[in-house]
């Protein structure tokens, strides 16, 4: 398990900026003094706190399997790629909202894109091809995408457009379950 290099951070921060709105809050020391970091381990990036990797550090790589929490994978292109474990940080500071109905939540759980029928509402201004986290109307956060329209062109949209391109779902914990954690 490594830091990140300086290019690899920019990259991870500018994907996580596509659906945060506080970058700062993940890295600010806690209250305890500790702080959470980013660090690789093959071509995972894993969130977790500065303790904890130091204490990992005991581990030979080739044992260590998963430390802290998943972000996503570097791809051999150098692009970075989200994976459904940072869900529960992407959702604690989302920038952009889309609640879906109850009748939408299945097929995008099923891996369907979000048309403009199963939306129950979404956050105001949303500009097109942004990150947005899914929620069902009981606000629990289903997954993450990128929105097709803005807010406005998707109020003009028939109820068959799509509204948001899903990046990733809470199914995919189900369907992936083989290669979600390997490096398969």
Not at 50 to 56: G, T, V, Y
Not at 100 to 106: E, I, P, R, S, T
Not at 124 to 153: K, Q, W
Request: hydrophobic share 40%.
């Amino acid at each position: 398990m490594r830091p990140l290099t300086d290019q690899e951070m920019k990259i991870v921060l500018d994907k996580l900026a596509n659906y945060m709105t506080d970058l700062k809050s993940l890295i600010a020391p806690l209250e305890d003094g500790d702080r959470y970091v980013f660090r690789m381990q093959k071509d995972r990036v894993y969130y977790v706190k500065l303790s904890i990797a130091n204490i990992a550090t005991c581990v030979a790589r080739d044992k260590l399997l998963s430390l802290g929490t998943c972000l996503g994978k570097m791809t051999k292109s150098g692009k970075f790629r989200l994976h459904i474990t940072a869900l529960p940080i992407l959702a604690q500071n989302a920038r952009y909202k889309i609640w879906v109905k109850d009748n939408g939540a299945q097929p995008f759980l099923y891996g369907s894109n979000i048309v403009k029928a199963h939306v129950g509402r979404w956050t105001e201004d949303c500009p097109e091809h942004s990150g947005c986290v899914v929620y069902n109307m009981a606000d629990i956060p289903l997954g993450f995408g990128v929105t097709a329209r803005s807010t406005a062109e998707a109020r003009r949209l028939d109820p068959t457009g799509i509204v948001c391109f899903r990046q990733a779902d809470c199914g995919e914990y189900l369907r992936d379950e083989d290669t979600l954690f390997t490096g398969a």
